[in-house]
C-alpha cells in the first residue's frame, strides 16, 4: 500500500506522487492527443461573461461547462460541437482502485493553467446530482498552492501543496468543502514544456 498523507479533513486523502515520471509522461502524452479533439478554451464566467485565467476541456461522456448562461454539464464541446474524447484507461483504472465507488467517472475535467496570473478563486463543486461519489484530482506539471476550506465560504483554510503526480481523493462529509487554487510555483516542474500545470478532475455526474 502506497503512502496516504492524512490531510486532517476527515474525507480527504493526498496521495504524493502516486503517478511516477512514466506514468505522467505517458498520462500527458494521451493528453496531448486529447487536445487536439477537444482543443482547450477559455471559458467565461455566469452573469458577468468575464473571462476565466485558467483554460478548460473535459473528457468523458458529460463535460463541465462555464459561460454567461451558467454552470451545467454537457455532452459536447462547446466550441466544435464535437462529443468530448474518451478517459483514458490509466485514469480509469486510479479512479477504480481509489475512489471507492462502484460506478465510472462520467467526467474528467481538465484546468489549464499558464502564466503567473493563472489561479482558482474559492468554491464549491456543486454541479453533480452523485454528490455521495468522491471527487478524484491529478496534478500534472507545476506545483500549486491548494487552499482547503469548510462549508461557509468565510470558514478558516489550510493550505497544501500540490506536485506533479500527486493523485488527492475529496470525499465522504468533505465533498462539498470549499477550495482553490492559489497560484502556481513557475519552475517548479520540467514535465511540461515551458512550463504550466494541469489538473484532472474525475468526476461522477448522474446517480448510477
Ligand atoms: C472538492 N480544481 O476543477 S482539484 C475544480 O487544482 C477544481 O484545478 C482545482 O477545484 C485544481 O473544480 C482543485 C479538485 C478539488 C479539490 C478540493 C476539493 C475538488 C474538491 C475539496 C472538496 C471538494
Ligand atoms: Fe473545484
Redesign the pocket.
Known sequence: MKQVLETGFDG?ALHPARLGPTDQKALLGTLREAARAAPPYRPRMPRTGQLWS?MQTNLGALG?VSDVKGYRYEPRHPVTGEPWPPIPDLLLGLWADLAGYAAPPECC?V?V?RGEKAR?GL???RDEAATEAP?L?I?LGDT?L?R?GGFARSDKTKSFR?ASGDV?L?GGP????????DRIVPGSSQLIEGGGRL?L?LRRVTKP
Open positions: 480527504v485558467t463541465w475535467l484546468n493553467y482558482m468554491h464549491q463543486d471527487v484530482s496534478s500549486c491548494f482547503v500540490l488527492l475529496l468533505s465533498r462539498m468543502r470549499f477550495h482553490g487554487v489538473n478532475t
